[in-house]
Protein backbone atom coordinates (compact mmCIF):
# COMPACT_ATOMS: atom_id res chain seq x y z
CA UNK A 1 0.00 0.00 0.00
CA UNK A 2 3.05 2.39 0.97
CA UNK A 3 4.51 1.33 -3.02
CA UNK A 4 1.37 1.89 -4.14
CA UNK A 5 1.10 5.64 -2.44
CA UNK A 6 4.52 6.48 -3.74
CA UNK A 7 3.53 5.73 -7.12
CA UNK A 8 0.80 7.46 -7.08
CA UNK A 9 2.38 10.44 -5.32
CA UNK A 10 5.28 10.37 -7.96
CA UNK A 11 2.73 9.80 -10.93
CA UNK A 12 0.74 13.57 -9.81
CA UNK A 13 4.00 15.44 -9.29
CA UNK A 14 4.80 14.65 -12.78
CA UNK A 15 1.58 15.21 -14.27
CA UNK A 16 1.80 18.65 -12.53
CA UNK A 17 5.02 19.69 -14.31
CA UNK A 18 3.69 18.14 -17.67
CA UNK A 19 0.85 20.35 -16.87
CA UNK A 20 2.39 23.37 -15.70
CA UNK A 21 4.55 23.31 -19.08
CA UNK A 22 1.86 23.28 -21.50
CA UNK A 23 0.75 26.23 -19.78
CA UNK A 24 3.64 28.28 -19.64
CA UNK A 25 4.28 27.16 -23.54
CA UNK A 26 0.60 28.05 -24.22
CA UNK A 27 0.80 31.27 -22.33
CA UNK A 28 3.79 32.46 -24.16
CA UNK A 29 1.00 33.19 -27.42
CA UNK A 30 1.59 30.04 -29.23
CA UNK A 31 -0.67 29.92 -32.27
CA UNK A 32 -3.01 26.35 -33.08
CA UNK A 33 -6.04 26.03 -35.24
CA UNK A 34 -9.43 27.26 -34.27
CA UNK A 35 -10.89 26.69 -31.85
CA UNK A 36 -8.08 24.95 -29.91
CA UNK A 37 -6.92 28.67 -28.58
CA UNK A 38 -10.11 29.03 -27.28
CA UNK A 39 -10.63 25.62 -25.51
CA UNK A 40 -7.01 25.89 -24.09
CA UNK A 41 -8.06 29.61 -22.34
CA UNK A 42 -11.20 28.10 -20.79
CA UNK A 43 -9.49 24.85 -19.58
CA UNK A 44 -6.44 26.95 -18.13
CA UNK A 45 -9.13 28.70 -15.71
CA UNK A 46 -9.96 25.66 -14.42
CA UNK A 47 -7.11 23.94 -14.31
CA UNK A 48 -5.16 26.96 -12.34
CA UNK A 49 -8.07 26.76 -9.99
CA UNK A 50 -7.26 23.39 -9.22
CA UNK A 51 -3.78 23.61 -8.75
CA UNK A 52 -4.27 26.79 -6.23
CA UNK A 53 -7.22 24.79 -4.40
CA UNK A 54 -4.91 22.03 -3.98
CA UNK A 55 -1.78 24.56 -2.52
CA UNK A 56 -3.94 26.97 -1.15
CA UNK A 57 -2.91 27.75 2.50
CA UNK A 58 1.11 27.83 1.43
CA UNK A 59 -0.27 29.61 -1.80
CA UNK A 60 -2.13 32.43 0.21
CA UNK A 61 0.78 32.95 2.39
CA UNK A 62 3.33 33.35 -0.70
CA UNK A 63 1.09 35.68 -2.50
CA UNK A 64 1.11 38.21 -0.30
CA UNK A 65 4.99 38.48 0.11
CA UNK A 66 5.42 40.92 -1.84
CA UNK A 67 3.63 43.98 -1.12
CA UNK A 68 4.76 46.66 -3.69
CA UNK A 69 3.11 43.49 -6.47
CA UNK A 70 0.34 43.36 -4.46
CA UNK A 71 -0.48 46.97 -5.22
CA UNK A 72 0.48 46.76 -8.65
CA UNK A 73 -2.11 44.17 -9.32
CA UNK A 74 -4.82 45.24 -6.95
CA UNK A 75 -4.74 48.34 -8.76
CA UNK A 76 -4.95 46.85 -12.28
CA UNK A 77 -7.68 44.72 -10.74
CA UNK A 78 -9.25 48.20 -9.21
CA UNK A 79 -9.51 49.72 -12.71
CA UNK A 80 -12.60 47.98 -13.66
CA UNK A 81 -13.99 50.76 -11.51
CA UNK A 82 -12.78 53.73 -13.51
CA UNK A 83 -12.35 51.98 -17.10
CA UNK A 84 -13.57 53.88 -20.32
CA UNK A 85 -14.29 50.85 -21.93
CA UNK A 86 -15.76 48.00 -19.27
CA UNK A 87 -15.64 44.68 -21.32
CA UNK A 88 -12.00 44.78 -22.21
CA UNK A 89 -10.82 45.75 -18.96
CA UNK A 90 -13.07 43.04 -17.11
CA UNK A 91 -11.35 40.57 -19.59
CA UNK A 92 -7.88 41.78 -18.95
CA UNK A 93 -8.46 42.03 -15.24
CA UNK A 94 -9.66 38.04 -15.61
CA UNK A 95 -6.71 36.90 -17.48
CA UNK A 96 -4.30 39.07 -14.92
CA UNK A 97 -5.67 37.21 -12.07
CA UNK A 98 -5.27 33.97 -13.66
CA UNK A 99 -1.92 34.28 -14.46
CA UNK A 100 -0.70 35.67 -11.06
CA UNK A 101 -2.14 32.84 -9.54
CA UNK A 102 -0.66 31.14 -11.62
CA UNK A 103 2.62 32.36 -10.96
CA UNK A 104 2.05 32.31 -6.88
CA UNK A 105 1.55 28.58 -7.44
CA UNK A 106 4.64 28.28 -9.20
CA UNK A 107 6.70 30.00 -6.49
CA UNK A 108 4.43 27.90 -3.98
CA UNK A 109 5.24 24.93 -5.28
CA UNK A 110 8.94 24.96 -7.17
CA UNK A 111 11.93 26.14 -6.06
CA UNK A 112 13.92 28.88 -8.04
CA UNK A 113 15.71 25.85 -9.60
CA UNK A 114 13.37 23.84 -10.11
CA UNK A 115 11.92 26.57 -11.96
CA UNK A 116 14.31 27.21 -14.01
CA UNK A 117 14.14 23.39 -15.11
CA UNK A 118 10.97 23.67 -15.95
CA UNK A 119 11.64 26.68 -18.02
CA UNK A 120 14.41 25.08 -19.70
CA UNK A 121 11.48 22.73 -20.80
CA UNK A 122 9.53 25.43 -21.79
CA UNK A 123 11.42 26.83 -24.12
CA UNK A 124 13.55 24.12 -25.48
CA UNK A 125 9.84 22.38 -27.15
CA UNK A 126 9.38 26.28 -28.32
CA UNK A 127 12.72 26.64 -30.14
CA UNK A 128 12.30 22.35 -31.39
CA UNK A 129 8.66 23.07 -32.63
CA UNK A 130 9.75 26.17 -34.06
CA UNK A 131 12.56 24.73 -35.91
CA UNK A 132 10.45 21.86 -37.51
CA UNK A 133 7.50 24.30 -38.49
CA UNK A 134 9.60 26.73 -40.27
CA UNK A 135 11.58 23.87 -42.48
CA UNK A 136 7.95 21.92 -42.73
CA UNK A 137 5.22 24.47 -43.12
CA UNK A 138 7.56 27.38 -43.79
CA UNK A 139 3.92 29.17 -45.06
CA UNK A 140 3.23 28.90 -41.31
CA UNK A 141 6.51 29.73 -39.96
CA UNK A 142 8.01 32.14 -41.72
CA UNK A 143 6.42 35.89 -42.15
CA UNK A 144 5.54 36.63 -46.19
CA UNK A 145 4.40 40.13 -45.31
CA UNK A 146 6.83 42.49 -47.04
CA UNK A 147 7.90 44.60 -44.02
CA UNK A 148 8.88 41.31 -42.15
CA UNK A 149 9.40 38.66 -45.21
CA UNK A 150 11.83 36.14 -44.71
CA UNK A 151 11.82 36.22 -40.82
CA UNK A 152 10.89 33.01 -38.39
CA UNK A 153 7.91 33.06 -36.40
CA UNK A 154 8.10 29.15 -35.88
CA UNK A 155 4.78 28.45 -33.88
CA UNK A 156 4.07 31.85 -32.65
CA UNK A 157 1.87 34.62 -34.54
CA UNK A 158 4.65 37.38 -34.96
CA UNK A 159 8.59 37.66 -34.72
CA UNK A 160 9.04 38.91 -31.67
CA UNK A 161 6.36 36.42 -29.79
CA UNK A 162 9.63 33.87 -31.07
CA UNK A 163 12.43 36.56 -30.56
CA UNK A 164 11.75 37.12 -26.82
CA UNK A 165 11.07 33.55 -25.59
CA UNK A 166 14.28 32.42 -27.51
CA UNK A 167 16.49 34.91 -25.71
CA UNK A 168 15.51 33.62 -22.74
CA UNK A 169 15.98 30.04 -24.06
CA UNK A 170 19.57 31.37 -24.79
CA UNK A 171 19.98 32.62 -21.50
CA UNK A 172 18.65 29.53 -19.39
CA UNK A 173 20.38 27.13 -21.65
CA UNK A 174 23.79 28.75 -20.99
CA UNK A 175 23.21 28.96 -17.25
CA UNK A 176 21.98 24.89 -17.53
CA UNK A 177 25.55 24.18 -19.28
CA UNK A 178 27.22 26.35 -16.86
CA UNK A 179 25.63 24.09 -13.99
CA UNK A 180 25.38 20.63 -15.32
CA UNK A 181 28.66 18.01 -16.23
CA UNK A 182 26.18 15.71 -17.22
CA UNK A 183 24.59 16.52 -20.84
CA UNK A 184 26.31 19.68 -20.97
CA UNK A 185 26.39 18.97 -24.31
CA UNK A 186 22.78 18.85 -24.93
CA UNK A 187 22.25 22.48 -22.77
CA UNK A 188 25.00 23.66 -25.54
CA UNK A 189 23.16 22.30 -28.24
CA UNK A 190 20.02 24.15 -26.70
CA UNK A 191 21.62 27.13 -26.23
CA UNK A 192 23.27 27.15 -30.12
CA UNK A 193 19.73 26.42 -31.56
CA UNK A 194 17.82 29.27 -29.70
CA UNK A 195 20.84 31.64 -30.41
CA UNK A 196 20.38 30.93 -34.12
CA UNK A 197 16.33 31.13 -33.45
CA UNK A 198 16.78 34.96 -32.16
CA UNK A 199 18.48 36.09 -35.01
CA UNK A 200 16.69 34.35 -37.85
CA UNK A 201 13.67 35.99 -36.34
CA UNK A 202 14.96 39.71 -37.87
CA UNK A 203 13.65 40.89 -34.40
CA UNK A 204 16.04 44.11 -33.62
CA UNK A 205 14.76 44.25 -29.93
CA UNK A 206 14.81 40.52 -29.50
CA UNK A 207 18.65 41.04 -31.04
CA UNK A 208 19.35 43.88 -28.61
CA UNK A 209 18.25 42.11 -25.25
CA UNK A 210 20.28 38.96 -26.60
CA UNK A 211 23.21 40.74 -26.70
CA UNK A 212 22.99 42.78 -23.20
CA UNK A 213 22.10 39.72 -21.40
CA UNK A 214 25.11 37.44 -22.70
CA UNK A 215 27.46 40.50 -22.48
CA UNK A 216 26.54 40.50 -18.50
CA UNK A 217 27.51 37.26 -18.00
CA UNK A 218 31.14 37.91 -16.96
CA UNK A 219 29.72 40.05 -14.10
CA UNK A 220 28.72 36.63 -12.35
CA UNK A 221 32.40 35.70 -12.12
CA UNK A 222 33.25 39.40 -10.70
CA UNK A 223 30.71 38.66 -8.14
CA UNK A 224 32.46 35.76 -6.86
CA UNK A 225 35.29 37.04 -6.37
CA UNK A 226 37.30 38.72 -3.24
CA UNK A 227 35.67 42.27 -2.00
CA UNK A 228 38.57 44.42 -2.97
CA UNK A 229 39.47 42.55 -6.43
CA UNK A 230 35.71 43.21 -7.07
CA UNK A 231 35.52 46.94 -6.64
CA UNK A 232 38.46 47.58 -8.48
CA UNK A 233 36.98 45.25 -11.86
CA UNK A 234 33.64 46.94 -11.23
CA UNK A 235 34.80 50.40 -11.41
CA UNK A 236 36.61 49.12 -14.69
CA UNK A 237 33.04 47.54 -15.96
CA UNK A 238 31.46 51.22 -15.27
CA UNK A 239 34.04 52.95 -17.35
CA UNK A 240 33.95 50.75 -20.15
CA UNK A 241 30.37 50.51 -20.24
CA UNK A 242 29.65 54.57 -19.70
CA UNK A 243 32.71 55.04 -22.61
CA UNK A 244 30.29 52.06 -25.06
CA UNK A 245 27.14 54.20 -23.98
CA UNK A 246 29.31 57.48 -25.20
CA UNK A 247 29.94 56.11 -28.51
CA UNK A 248 26.66 54.34 -29.17
CA UNK A 249 24.71 57.76 -28.20
CA UNK A 250 27.07 59.69 -30.86
CA UNK A 251 26.79 56.82 -33.95
CA UNK A 252 22.95 55.99 -33.06
CA UNK A 253 21.53 56.84 -36.20
CA UNK A 254 24.06 54.12 -38.16
CA UNK A 255 23.39 51.37 -35.52
CA UNK A 256 19.51 51.37 -35.95
CA UNK A 257 19.39 52.20 -40.22
CA UNK A 258 22.64 50.03 -40.77
CA UNK A 259 23.18 47.32 -38.55
CA UNK A 260 20.00 47.09 -37.00
CA UNK A 261 17.57 48.23 -40.06
CA UNK A 262 15.50 50.60 -38.21
CA UNK A 263 14.45 53.76 -38.48
CA UNK A 264 14.93 56.88 -35.97
CA UNK A 265 11.64 56.43 -35.23
CA UNK A 266 12.07 52.93 -34.30
CA UNK A 267 9.48 51.59 -37.25
CA UNK A 268 7.06 53.78 -36.45
CA UNK A 269 6.71 53.49 -32.52
CA UNK A 270 7.84 56.92 -32.26
CA UNK A 271 4.69 58.71 -33.05
CA UNK A 272 2.54 56.21 -31.14
CA UNK A 273 4.75 57.05 -28.11
CA UNK A 274 4.00 60.71 -28.58
CA UNK A 275 0.31 60.71 -29.35
CA UNK A 276 -0.94 58.62 -26.50
CA UNK A 277 1.50 60.50 -23.49
CA UNK A 278 -0.19 63.78 -24.97
CA UNK A 279 -3.47 62.08 -24.91
CA UNK A 280 -3.22 60.53 -21.69
CA UNK A 281 -1.43 63.72 -20.04
CA UNK A 282 -4.56 65.77 -21.11
CA UNK A 283 -7.34 63.62 -20.22
CA UNK A 284 -6.47 60.48 -17.71
CA UNK A 285 -2.89 61.13 -16.24
CA UNK A 286 -3.63 60.07 -12.34
CA UNK A 287 -5.70 56.66 -12.95
CA UNK A 288 -5.75 56.27 -16.57
CA UNK A 289 -8.07 55.00 -18.99
CA UNK A 290 -8.35 51.52 -17.21
CA UNK A 291 -5.75 48.34 -18.16
CA UNK A 292 -6.75 47.13 -21.77
CA UNK A 293 -9.16 50.23 -22.69
CA UNK A 294 -7.09 52.81 -24.27
CA UNK A 295 -7.46 51.73 -27.86
CA UNK A 296 -11.42 51.64 -27.51
CA UNK A 297 -11.92 54.89 -26.83
CA UNK A 298 -12.03 58.33 -28.35
CA UNK A 299 -8.38 58.94 -27.84
CA UNK A 300 -7.03 55.58 -28.87
CA UNK A 301 -9.55 56.12 -32.00
CA UNK A 302 -7.73 59.64 -32.17
CA UNK A 303 -4.27 58.42 -32.46
CA UNK A 304 -4.83 55.40 -34.58
CA UNK A 305 -6.65 58.10 -37.31
CA UNK A 306 -3.74 60.54 -37.07
CA UNK A 307 -0.95 57.73 -37.73
CA UNK A 308 -2.70 55.87 -40.56
CA UNK A 309 -4.80 58.13 -41.86
CA UNK A 310 -6.45 55.51 -44.72
CA UNK A 311 -9.35 54.99 -44.35
CA UNK A 312 -9.68 51.14 -44.86
CA UNK A 313 -6.61 50.44 -42.58
CA UNK A 314 -7.51 52.81 -40.04
CA UNK A 315 -11.40 50.55 -40.00
CA UNK A 316 -9.18 47.81 -40.06
CA UNK A 317 -6.83 48.53 -36.86
CA UNK A 318 -10.20 50.14 -34.42
CA UNK A 319 -11.58 47.17 -34.49
CA UNK A 320 -8.84 45.00 -32.78
CA UNK A 321 -6.33 46.28 -29.51
CA UNK A 322 -3.88 47.76 -30.86
CA UNK A 323 -0.14 47.24 -29.92
CA UNK A 324 1.20 49.66 -27.40
CA UNK A 325 4.89 48.95 -28.32
CA UNK A 326 6.07 49.42 -25.05
CA UNK A 327 4.72 48.37 -21.55
CA UNK A 328 5.54 51.36 -19.95
CA UNK A 329 3.55 53.39 -22.44
CA UNK A 330 0.92 50.61 -21.75
CA UNK A 331 1.04 50.86 -18.05
CA UNK A 332 0.34 54.48 -18.41
CA UNK A 333 -2.16 54.68 -20.91
CA UNK A 334 -4.01 52.28 -18.10
CA UNK A 335 -3.46 52.82 -15.25
CA UNK A 336 -1.72 56.42 -15.34
CA UNK A 337 0.79 57.64 -13.19
CA UNK A 338 -0.87 55.63 -9.99
CA UNK A 339 -0.20 52.90 -11.99
CA UNK A 340 3.32 53.58 -13.29
CA UNK A 341 4.31 54.52 -10.10
CA UNK A 342 3.71 50.77 -8.49
CA UNK A 343 4.88 49.20 -11.66
CA UNK A 344 8.76 51.27 -11.16
CA UNK A 345 8.25 50.22 -7.25
CA UNK A 346 7.38 47.00 -7.78
CA UNK A 347 10.73 46.35 -10.14
CA UNK A 348 12.99 48.56 -8.10
CA UNK A 349 12.04 46.75 -4.93
CA UNK A 350 12.50 42.91 -6.64
CA UNK A 351 15.73 44.43 -8.13
CA UNK A 352 17.38 45.24 -5.00
CA UNK A 353 15.84 42.20 -3.17
CA UNK A 354 17.89 39.95 -6.16
CA UNK A 355 20.93 41.84 -5.87
CA UNK A 356 21.31 41.52 -2.02
CA UNK A 357 20.77 38.14 -2.36
CA UNK A 358 23.19 36.77 -5.31
CA UNK A 359 26.27 39.22 -3.52
CA UNK A 360 25.53 37.24 -0.46
CA UNK A 361 24.69 34.13 -1.62
CA UNK A 362 26.49 33.70 -5.16
CA UNK A 363 24.18 31.59 -6.45
CA UNK A 364 23.62 31.40 -10.50
CA UNK A 365 19.94 30.66 -9.56
CA UNK A 366 19.69 34.42 -8.12
CA UNK A 367 22.08 35.59 -11.13
CA UNK A 368 19.00 34.17 -13.46
CA UNK A 369 16.74 36.22 -11.50
CA UNK A 370 18.59 39.14 -11.94
CA UNK A 371 18.99 38.13 -15.94
CA UNK A 372 15.35 38.10 -16.21
CA UNK A 373 14.42 41.21 -14.58
CA UNK A 374 16.93 42.69 -16.93
CA UNK A 375 15.02 41.28 -19.85
CA UNK A 376 11.55 42.79 -18.73
CA UNK A 377 13.57 46.15 -18.06
CA UNK A 378 15.01 46.19 -21.58
CA UNK A 379 12.32 44.33 -23.86
CA UNK A 380 9.62 46.63 -22.40
CA UNK A 381 10.82 49.77 -24.07
CA UNK A 382 10.24 47.99 -27.45
CA UNK A 383 7.32 46.12 -27.11
CA UNK A 384 3.97 45.23 -23.99
CA UNK A 385 4.61 41.82 -25.28
CA UNK A 386 6.93 41.13 -21.98
CA UNK A 387 4.76 43.46 -19.60
CA UNK A 388 4.05 42.39 -16.34
CA UNK A 389 0.51 43.16 -16.14
CA UNK A 390 -0.24 40.86 -19.43
CA UNK A 391 -1.26 37.84 -19.38
CA UNK A 392 1.40 35.91 -20.48
CA UNK A 393 4.21 33.61 -19.27
CA UNK A 394 6.67 36.46 -18.83
CA UNK A 395 4.23 38.25 -16.22
CA UNK A 396 4.08 34.36 -14.32
CA UNK A 397 7.84 33.87 -14.19
CA UNK A 398 7.66 37.83 -12.63
CA UNK A 399 5.66 37.09 -9.77
CA UNK A 400 6.86 33.31 -9.57
CA UNK A 401 10.75 35.36 -9.07
CA UNK A 402 9.34 38.05 -7.17
CA UNK A 403 7.28 36.01 -4.64
CA UNK A 404 10.36 33.08 -4.71
CA UNK A 405 13.15 36.15 -3.95
CA UNK A 406 10.66 37.92 -1.68
CA UNK A 407 10.55 34.05 1.10
CA UNK A 408 14.21 33.25 -0.06
CA UNK A 409 15.20 36.52 1.76
CA UNK A 410 12.89 36.15 4.80
CA UNK A 411 14.70 33.01 5.84
CA UNK A 412 18.13 34.35 4.89
CA UNK A 413 17.70 37.73 6.46
CA UNK A 414 19.97 36.95 9.38
CA UNK A 415 22.89 35.62 7.78
CA UNK A 416 22.64 37.84 4.44
CA UNK A 417 25.49 40.16 4.79
CA UNK A 418 24.94 43.91 5.47
Request: aromatic share 12%; with cysteine.
Amino acid sequence: MRLNNQLLNLWVRNLEVVVTIILLLNFLGVTAPSPIPQLMKIVSYGIISILVILHWKRLFWIATRDIPLLLLVGTALASVFWSAELGSTLNACRGLLRTFLFGAYLATRYSIKEQMKILTWVFGIGAILSLVVALVIPSYGIASRVAIRGAFTGIFPYKNYLGYSMVLGAVIFLFTALQERKLSWLAWSGFCLTVTLTVLTKSSASLVCLLVLLSLMPIYQLIKLQYKTRVILVCLVCILLGSAAIIISGNLETILVDILGETTEFSGRTPIWTLTIEKVLEEQPWLGYGINAFWKTDAGSYVISNIWPLANLRDALLKQSFNFHSSYLAVFAGLGFLGLSWYAISLVTVFIRVVILLVSTKKILFFWCLQFLIFILIGGFADDIVSILNSSSYCAIYVSICLSTAVEYRRLRPFLKP
